[in-house]
Each structure stands twice: as structure tokens, then as C-alpha cells.
């Protein structure tokens, strides 16, 4: 399931880099960078990430990030991070990444530096214990030549603060412009997201009301196969779907 979530935050983060890099090129200053820093300082256990969205993969981990997850720097590539979301709250966590890229897509470039992004979501420590984490996101740097682009994360445990609710999603204007609180988003099944491609069709093809044997004809497999698609869409979901023989 971690690979078919990270693939998909993959192409939104892509989907980003083509909607954004056309408008706007401007690399900060490092002074510039800590000032807007503190506009995301919350007191607590916090860790601080440089984010490419080109390249899905994190630039720079602050080496705090041991106190408060556990783990080494080294280790926290984005792959793994999401892999310890909290399996209820990953179709979360992939819905506000495509709410997020909406969102920006729809202002022009210059607009992004006076929005902040806040959401939640729980992430397995290294102790194996689930602990809330609330992230905090502002653009770095917009590189139109290379079609890159750089975003602060701040994590902070708030496990304290928000011991229970569903992850919220919220992004702050800053700068006179308006809030956006509590963002309503589409989730997907988070049952459905372990489905492989192939589990998928054949999902579709019962739902349609398909026999086995129809549906081996239009996929062009055999129907013991499609009998080990069904097991394995039963054991993902825990739903059957009777199909004509």
C-alpha cells in the first residue's frame, strides 16, 4: 500500500512543478528564509525539512528529527515518512496533498509566499507508537529554468494538544490575505488503495454485474485468475461481491 500512496503523492507533487514552474522564478535569500521561518515557529518537540517537489525527495532533515520520531535523518526519505502514516489517516494525507495543489495552482506565483499550509496527521515513532504530528509548509523557492520547486516542512509532535480527531486541513493567509480553515476534502477508500491494478478491474467488471468467465474473456486471463482477484480483493476489503457464473 506505501508504494501505490507514495506513487500517488509522487504525481501530484509533479502535477505541481508543471502548474507552478511556468509562472515565476524566484530563489530567497537565506536571511530572507529564516525571517519567514518564524511565521511557523511552535514551541515543542519540532523537526524542519527542505522538500523538492520535482524530485518527491527531501533535500535537507534537520537532525532534531530524532527527537521527535526516533529516527536518524538518513533514514527519513519520503518514502518511509509516508509508509508511517497512520493507516487511516493516509487517504488523508494523499487527499490534502491534491486539495494543497488546487489550491496554488489557481494564484500566480507571487502569491504563494503569503500562504501557509497547516495539516495533520499521525506517524509511527521508533518506539512503534503512533504519535500526531502537525505540518507546517511554506514555499522556498520557485526555479522556473529548472522546473523545481522547494517548500519548508516543519513536523511538530502535538500528540499533547490533539490526543483525538481526524487529520484537518487548513491554509493560512498571511499578509492580509484570507484563511482557509478546515478544508473539506474527497477521501478514497482507504481499503481501495491497496488494490492493485488489475484488482481494480476486476472490482469494476463485479460491480457491472460481470461473470467470472465474461470477465476472463474481456481481460484476456484465465478465470482461475480472476478467482485469485477476487480472494485477494475480498482479503484487502473484506467485501465480496457476487458475480454471475
Given amino acids: 500500500m506505501e508504494i501505490k500512496i507514495i506513487e500517488q503523492a509522487s504525481d501530484v507533487w509533479k502535477t505541481a ?14 536571511l ?20 523538492n517537489l520535482r524530485d518527491a525527495a527531501f533535500e535537507f532533515d534537520s537532525e532534531s528529527v530524532v527527537n521527535t520520531l526516533g529516527y536518524p535523518a538518513e533514514r527519513v526519505t519520503s518514502e518511509f515518512l509516508v509508509s508511517m502514516i497512520h493507516p487511516d489517516d493516509k487517504p488523508y494525507f494523499l487527499a490534502f496533498e491534491k486539495k494543497i495543489v488546487d489550491f496554488f495552482a489557481q494564484l500566480e506565483a507571487e502569491e504563494y509566499l503569503h500562504y501557509k499550509v497547516l495539516h495533520d496527521y499521525r506517524i509511527k515513532n521508533a518506539e512503534g507508537r503512533y504519535v500526531r504530528m502537525m505540518n507546517q509548509l ?36 498571511l499578509n492580509d490575505r484570507p484563511s482557509h480553515m478546515n478544508i473539506p476534502v474527497e477521501l ?12 481494480k478491474e476486476v472490482l469494476l467488471h463485479l460491480v457491472a454485474g460481470r461473470s467470472n468467465s465474461t470477465i476472463a474473456e474481456k481481460m484476456q486471463i484465465s478465470e482461475l485468475t480472476v478467482q ?17 457464473r
Fill in 32 to 51: 530572507n528564509m529564516l525571517r519567514r521561518a518564524l511565521h511557523i515557529f511552535q514551541a515543542g518537540e519540532y523537526h524542519y525539512m527542505i522538500f
Fill in 17 to 30: 512543478t508543471r502548474a507552478f514552474s511556468d509562472n515565476h522564478l524566484n530563489p530567497f535569500h537565506e
Fill in 138 to 173: 511554506i514555499f522556498l523557492e520557485l526555479n522556473e529554468e529548472e522546473r523545481e520547486i522547494k517548500t519548508l516542512l516543519v513536523q511538530t509532535d502535538v500528540s499533547d494538544i490533539k490526543k483525538t480527531g481526524r487529520p484537518v486541513l487548513s491554509i493560512l493567509g
Fill in 188 to 199: 478514497e477508500d482507504s481499503a481501495l488503495l491497496e488494490l492493485g491494478i488489475k484488482e
Fill in 228 to 244: 485469485t482477484h477476487r480472494k485477494n480483493i475480498l482479503e484487502k476489503t473484506g467485501h465480496s461481491i457476487p458475480s454471475k
